[in-house]
C-alpha cells in the first residue's frame, strides 16, 4: 500500500517539476490558422538537435502577419519569400488593379474626345467665317458673249439666286443640271443695250377705223384695275408667267393654276396650284422639270399642254402635262429669237404665245417684217403655221400684246401707272387700228400679259406680283 502512494507522490512531483518547466505558444500559423505549442523538457537529452524552436516558428509566423497587416495599412507592397498574400487579398488586389487601370483608360479617352471636340468646333467656327466671307463676296461675273450692258434698272436682280426655292421636294424629276448657281437674268446676262429697258414708243401705223367681227365676240371696251393674287417671295419671282388651262384634260381639272418664274438661264420649273387659293396661299401641289428650258414669259397651257419655246432658238415645244413629255416640237420660221425682236422691256420676249376662243397663236417678228409683230394661227397638235399675218406695228415698241377673239392688243407701256391698250389688229380682217384703253401697271415693270378665255381676264406679272385685270367686252365705239 505504501508503495504505490510513494509512486503516485513521485509522479505527482515528478509532473509537478514537468509543469514547472513546461511552456504553450499560441500564434497563427503560415495559412493563417492559430496554432498552440506546448514544450516539455526532455527528461534525457540536454539539448535539441534543431537550432530553432517552435517558439521561433511561431514569432516567425506573427511577425510575417504583422507586416502584411502593416504593408496594407500603409498601401505599400511587402516582399515576403516566406510567407505569401492569402488568396481573397490577391484577388482584391488584382480588382483593384483592373479598376485603376480601366479609371486610367477612360481617362485618357475622355481628354482624346475632348481634343476631337475642339477640333470640330475649331472647324465649324472655321466653316462659318468663310460662309461668312464667300456671302460678302460680290459674285464673279460671268464671261459675257457680247459685252454686258447696263443691267435692269431694279438693283435686286444683281443679288445672286438663291435656289430653286422651298418648294424643290415636290419635284417629280431629278433635277439634271442641280448647279443653279449661274443663274442670272437673261436680259442681261447676254443682251446688248438695244433690248434692255426700251421706252415703249409706239410707231403705229395708220389703219382704217374699227369693224366688228360679228362672231358674239365683242371688242375690248375697258380694262378694270388690277387685282393682286400672289407677290412672289424671292428673285427668281421678278417676271414670269402664269396661265389656266381653257380646256383643261385629266388629271388636272379647269381650277389648275400654273406658274414659272422665269428669273435665269435655266429656266425648266413648272409650279401647279389646285387653285387660286393655293396660288395665292404659295402652295404647289405640283412641280414639273421640263426637258428644255424656256425662253422669255411667253407660255401657254391649251388642251393639257404647256406651249412654250426653248430658250436661245425659235423653236416651239408642246410639253404633255399627263404624260410629263414633249409631244411636239418645231420651228417657227424666220421666227427672231433671244433678243432680235423683244417687246419694249428685252427679257428675250421675242416668242409670246396665246390662247383665245379660236385656238392657239404666237406673235413675235421676222427679218423680214422688219420688226414688226408678226400674227400665226397654230396646230396646237403639231405646232404648224396654218395661217400668218403682218402688222404695221413695231414689236419692240410695245410693252406686251395679247389676243382676244382672233384680235390682237398691244400694251403701251409695261412701267407707266397709268398706260393704255394702244392697238388693236383683227386678224379676221387684216386690218388694225389705234386704241386708248386705259391700263394700269401697278407695280411698274409688267413682263406679261395674257388673255384667259374661260375667266375672260387678262392674266399678267407686275414686279413680283401675279395680278388680273377684269375685262369689259363689247362693241367697240364708233370712231
Ligand atoms: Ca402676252
Redesign the pocket.
Known sequence: MFLPVVLCVCGLLMQGEAQDRAAMWRGNDRNGRCQYTFTVPSPAETTCPQNAGPEVEGLKARLSLLEVLVARLSGGEIKTPQVSQSRPQNDLQESLNRAVGERNLLQAEKERLERELEGLQRRLEEMRRETERLRNKPCPAQPPVVPPSPPLQDSTLRRPAGGFGPMSHLMTRPNTRGDISSLRDSAWQYGSPGFQELKAEVTEVPAPGGTEDGTGCGELVSVAEPVTHRKTDNIMGKYGVWMQDPEAVSPYGPNMVWRIDTVGSEIRQLFGYDDMDQLSKGFPSKVLLLPDPVEG??ATMYRGSLYYQRRRSRTLIRYDLSSESIAARRELSHAGFHGQFPYSWGGYTDI?L?VDEQGLWA?YSTTKAKGAIVIAQLDPNSLEVRKTWETNIRKNSVA???IICGKLYTVASYTSPDTTVNYVYDTATSQGRALGVPFKNKYRYNS???YNPVQKKLFAWDNFHIVSYDLRLGRPQAK
Open positions: 414669259t411667253g409670246d396665246a406673235i406686251n400684246a395679247f406679261m400679259i395674257d
